[in-house]
């Protein structure tokens, strides 16, 4: 049994990693879309544009310290929201492999249920900030 568990262990870590590989090129070749927040149509290309904060974040000066806090607050929920799915996957896979151990299994189901309640904070807190920053930067909520 224990070359089997390290079997999967083994073909668990190999999949993680070959999917993280995976999605980099996509979040390294990601662009704009056009209609979401801070692109604008009749904007410069980034090489024809200026200044870190326009290079880097999309923001420019005229919206100031709003657009920098809207870019920050979303990659930080992106990458909470990213940590819970693992940790989702973690639990399972901890369930998994208890195999009738009762201390396991609970300790597996408190990750799953920790991680579970991690992913529906982190969805009201992504609909909170959206909701927040259309009200400053149109004045209505919806």
């Known amino acids: 049994m224990a070359k089997l568990d390290n079997f999967f262990k083994k073909i668990f870590s190999s999949a993680v990693i070959a999917v993280l590989l995976l999605a980099l090129p996509a979040v390294a070749l990601a662009g704009p879309i056009e209609g979401a927040g801070g692109f604008q149509p009749d904007q410069p290309p980034l090489e024809e544009s200026s200044g870190l904060f326009l290079g880097i974040l999309g923001c420019s000066s005229q919206e100031g310290f709003l657009c920098i806090l809207q870019v920050a607050l979303r990659f930080l929920l992106t990458l909470a929201f990213t940590i819970a799915v693992i940790f989702i996957v973690i639990g399972g ?7 009738g151990n009762e201390e396991a299994a609970e300790e597996a189901k408190k990750t799953l249920f920790h991680a579970v309640v991690g992913v529906i904070l982190i969805a009201a807190a992504w609909i909170i900030l ?12 919806g």
């Open 93 to 99: 896979y901890r369930y998994v492999t208890a195999r």
């Open 130 to 141: 959206a909701i927040i920053l259309n009200l400053f930067e149109t004045g209505s909520p």
